[in-house]
């Protein structure tokens, strides 16, 4: 189960996007798909149906979900998540500091 959710604000620990932070657009088994990062150029066919162009597209490729950390804006870091059960809720808070993490939307 991932810790991770669509939407959070995370930042990449390892391979060629290092240091960067993005915004979680999808989360698919064990890989993400980051906002502007990982950028890949694919060769698309022009498509009547749909209405598309052919051409060089540029867009993100996914990165395994082990190379993303959820950041932090409090310590400005990369962080853990843990989760915390309250009164019959699960809330996921910060290993670090144990705030709540901001609800994904």
């Not at 990369?78 to 939307?105: F, L, M, P, W």
């Amino acid at each position: 189960m991932a810790k991770i959710k669509k939407g959070d604000q995370v930042i990449v620990i390892a391979g060629k996007e290092k240091g960067k932070q993005g915004v979680v657009l999808s989360i698919s088994e064990d890989r993400v798909k980051v906002e502007g990062l990982n950028l890949v150029k694919k060769h698309q066919k022009p498509n009547r149906v749909t209405g598309a162009e052919g051409g060089i597209v540029t867009q993100e490729a996914t990165l395994h979900i082990s190379n993303v950390a959820i950041f932090n804006a409090t310590t400005q870091k990369a962080d853990r998540i843990g989760y915390q059960v309250t009164e019959g809720t699960k809330t996921r808070v910060y290993k670090s500091n144990g705030e709540s993490v901001a609800v994904a939307k």
